[in-house]
Each structure stands twice: as structure tokens, then as C-alpha cells.
């Protein structure tokens, strides 16, 4: 095992691999921009090291200064979490050279799974399902047109080199096709700095399933079973769960067969997941390989009591992977919720700022990872990601009514979060019925709905205030009454309409 790692991160998975590396006895190197000097994974990390200035490009992505570090820190392995460096070869063979080891897939591999025309290649010739369309890159929106007219419309046009969300254009016509095509080559070129594209047929109505896999990259590969991760806004995930309600223990095995072939195929090292599309015939595609460890890999240590971060630290250090798929035993049902410095009502715009109190949910089967505390400033220069919630129960709707009551507990002031975006969604009627699909926001229009209630709340409390105001004028009192002020930086939401009043009175 490793004497020292240093992790090339920050926020919550920072903290998550810290933790776990404390449990194994290994020590830990963090790294930090000027923004992050007082983070949480700065506080707990056994040393710490300035790696630039705010901006990623100077800090989290600059990989001659994290090298420089690890050496000089004298870390044995280097744990990249997810984005920035993480599906990056440069750097994997970057730290290859340098003897350092990269706790994630060789630079061979992410050089291969980094292009998904080729991963598709490599895919379909395992006998694994593919989405029709291209298995080469497109350059050029006259060669688009005439691969989507012989698919036919809709289509996807998606980055051939990213992920995340990044780089991806849902065309449904000629119309829309060269617009669309430069403004999905621009945004890709802009992420990752290569503007091909390919092409898929789109697939709607969809469910997104994914499938964990760990690998030693000798040719053993197991899988831990699906998550479903089709909630989504503008192909970004919002919430993932397991199992999904539309996968049996049939479909769990074949489709965890195609990953495994798939991890196989491409000399897999460490954890990953493959990712499909479920159509509404229950047909799998095969989509790309996300070679790093997810933001949703929790839910499924939930379900099967293995911490996926320990066994990506005992593979890289030995080279062997130490579960056999007999291993895998599942049991129960969690769900993940996302929670994001961001407005909802405001079409979900950031929200940076100073945390005044943050309160942490708890009791049986609830874990919240988080790098927040109370007074923490949230920088504007990264992802809006400040925590997840992750409950466990003992099926789907155990574990639903376990997140619902765990989300009203959680409250955060001084910004806006999505805390209340998930409450409501979690006590929707599709979802509690599990109609999950891609398109669930936009078939349900919660996001309008809420934006639309807000409204209202503003409005009612504009008025009262008014109300009120005029009685104390008529009363000779001559005090100015901050409405706005009292409710700022308090997710409106969560609070109840008898609270506000009473709060509101009470200061009068």
C-alpha cells in the first residue's frame, strides 16, 4: 500500500478520498488555489501545498506544478477524483514518467476511451450494442447533414474528445443543424481544446443506466450493477439512484455483461462506469466509458457495502483487483441528490457567497458528504457542486421517504441552493410513480412550476409587507421594514409560509 498520496483536487471528493486514506493509514498531500486556502480538504489533508492562483487553468489543471509537487511532497500516488485531471492522459503518463502512480486507467487507455468513436468501435466489435450513427469524427456540418439525413432526425451531436454535458446538441431538423453544429463544435473546442464530433440517432424516451466497473488492467473485470442517472437538466445529472425501477436481475446481468466486455476491450484499469441508453422497448446502446471515479459512485456503496475509493487505492498500489464478481452481493435501494449553489427559481443561476450556518442531515441510512462549514466562502471559479445527500433504505420508496425527510432537514444560509428544487421533485407525482426518463424535467415542467410559485411567495410577501406597513403608518409608527433583508441569503423555499410571518411579526 502507499505511504502517501497526494490528491489533485478539491471540495467534497477531496474530503472523500482524504477519509479514505485516513482509514488505510495513508498519508495525504492536498493542493490549493488562493480561492481555496481555508477549504475544508486544506484543513484535513496531513500537508498542503499553494498550487497557483484561482483560475483552473493555474491550479487544478496545471500539471507541471501538481508533478512539481507531488515529488517534492514525496507522494507514491496521485488520486485525481473527478473532472479537472481526472480522464486526462497527459497526465496519467505525465506521472508514469515521473514514477508516480496515477490511481486511475494508463494514459493508453484514456487515450482510447477518450475518443468515443473509438471506444463505439471497440464496443460494437465486443457484441456490445451501440447507438446508431457515426464511428468516425466529423468535421464538417455539409458531411453532418448527410449522415443525419440517412439516420434521419432527431439526432445528437456530441463532442468525440468530452463528457459532463459539454459539447452536446439535440438537432431535430435541417433548420437546426448547422447552428447547432457550430455552437456544439465551439463549446467543445472551448472544454476540451478539440472540436471533433460525431453523430448519434436520438434516442427519447430514454433512461440512462450505467454500469460500475472495477478492472486491474490484466484482463479481470467485475461489475457492482447499475445506477440510474436520468434525471437530468440539459444532460447535466441531478439525481441517480439503484436499482432502477426498469432493470431486473436478467437485464442487471447481461448489461453488466456488456460492461465488463467493454472494460476489457479497452485494458481497463481501476474504477469506471460504462454508460447506456434504455430505450422504451428496454433496448441498451452503449454510449462512452467515464474513466474516473463518479460524483454518484455512493449509491452504489450503498447498496453493496464496498468503498469504492479504498479499492481504487489497493489496485493502483498492487495491480490486483481483490473482489471476484461472487463478491458483489447488493442488498436495498439508494438514491443521491445533488445539491448545487445555484438559484432554481432563477433558471438555476450560480450562487457564490458566504456560508452563514450550515445543518447537516442525519440519522439511519443517511450520509452527506460536503466540504462546507459553517462561514465558508464558496468561490466563483469552479463547480457549483457543494454536497451530495445519499440515503439508504430498503426499497425505492424507503430510501425516497428516507431523501425527502433528509433534505428538510438540511439547510444552508447565505446562498441559494437546489435543496428545495429536489424536495419538490422527489414528491412529485412521476417520480414517486418511477415514470423516469431524460426528459423528465421538461415533461413535467417543474422547473417552471417552481419558478411560477416563487413568483407568487414574492408577490404575497411584497404585499403583506405593504399591508403592514400602511397599518404602522397609520399607527405613527415610522419603521423601515426590510422584507427582503430578513429573507435574504434563506432559501425562501424552505421556509414555511407560518414561519416567515411569525419571524416577520416578531421583529416588528
Known sequence: ????????????????????????????????????????????????????????????????????????????????????????STFSGACEKEGIKFIGPTEKTLLTTGNKTESKRLAKAQGVPVTPGTERIIEDVDEAKGIADSIGYPILLKSAYGGGGRGIREVRSEDELKQGFTRATNEAKGAFGRAGMYIEKLIAPARHIEIQILADGKGNAIHLGERECSIQRRHQKLVELTPSPAVTEEIRK??????????????YENAGTIEFLMDKDGNFYFMEVNSRLQVEHPVTE??????????????????????????????????ECRINAEDPASGFAPSAGTIGHVHLPGGPGVRVDTALYDGYVIPEFYDSLIAKIIVRGEDLEDARRRMVAALSEFSITGIRTTIPFHTTLLQSEPFMKWDLGTDFIERTGIVEQ????????????????????????????????????????????ALPPTNREARFFDEV
Open 1 to 88: 500500500m502507499f505511504n502517501k498520496v497526494l490528491i489533485a483536487n478539491r471540495g467534497e471528493i477531496a474530503v472523500r478520498v482524504i477519509r479514505a486514506c485516513r482509514l488505510m493509514g495513508v498519508s495525504t498531500v492536498a493542493i490549493y488555489s488562493d480561492a481555496d486556502r481555508d477549504a475544508l480538504h486544506v484543513k484535513l489533508a496531513d500537508e498542503a501545498y499553494r498550487v497557483g492562483s484561482p483560475p483552473p487553468s493555474d491550479s487544478y489543471l496545471n500539471i507541471a506544478s501538481i508533478i512539481s509537487i507531488a515529488k517534492r511532497s514525496g507522494a507514491e500516488g496521485v488520486h485525481p477524483g473527478y473532472g479537472f485531471l481526472a480522464e486526462n
Open 254 to 267: 447481461r448489461v453488466g455483461g456488456y460492461a465488463v466486455k467493454v472494460a476489457k476491450a479497452v485494458g
Open 302 to 335: 450503498a447498496v453493496t457495502g464496498v468503498d469504492l475509493v479504498r479499492q481504487q487505492l489497493i489496485i493502483a498500489s498492487t495491480g490486483c483487483l481483490p473482489l471476484a464478481q461472487n463478491d458483489i452481493v447488493r442488498s436495498g435501494a439508494a438514491i
Open 450 to 493: 417552481m419558478a411560477k410559485r416563487a413568483e407568487i411567495e414574492r408577490q404575497q410577501l411584497e404585499d403583506q409587507g405593504l399591508v403592514i406597513a400602511a397599518a404602522m403608518l397609520a399607527k405613527g409608527i415610522h419603521k423601515v421594514v426590510e422584507l427582503e433583508t430578513e429573507t435574504k441569503g434563506v432559501s425562501r423555499w
